[in-house]
């Protein structure tokens, strides 16, 4: 297929990002003429596009399973009784509890 220079400068425009009307206006033509001939090229196959599509964050950032004796979840502070987040089986204070004074006393329990 025979590219003419206003099919090329359709297909370099829509891959700079710019829109459909932007091209049209460009080349002379309607919006829907552009939007056409795009969509001929892509089913001929001759339109490869290298537009940069934006891409959402992916959500598949899941950290391997851990084992239980380092399962976070919520437990219950042997010194205030209070449900915080702890990163481990172990981890049974508090943020505010093991940053107290008598956090060396609290060990002694164990
Ligand atoms: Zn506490």
């Known amino acids: ?3 003419t220079e206003r099919e090329i400068l359709i297909v370099d425009m829509w891959n700079a990002g710019k829109t459909c009307s932007e091209i049209g206006r460009a080349v002379k033509k309607a919006t829907i003429f552009v939007e056409n001939k795009l ?12 537009r940069v599509k ?7 950032n899941k950290k391997p399973a851990a084992d239980k004796a380092h399962e976070i979840k919520k437990r219950k502070c042997l010194r205030c009784a209070k449900l915080f987040l ?4 172990g981890n049974r204070l508090c943020v505010n509890c093991k940053g107290s004074k008598d956090f060396s006393s609290v060990l002694s329990v164990y």
């Open 54 to 60: 934006p891409r959402p964050p992916s959500s598949r």
């Open 1 to 3: 297929m025979e590219w």
């Open 86 to 89: 702890s990163e481990w089986k």
């Open 39 to 50: 969509a001929f090229m892509r089913r001929r196959g001759v339109f490869v596009e290298v």
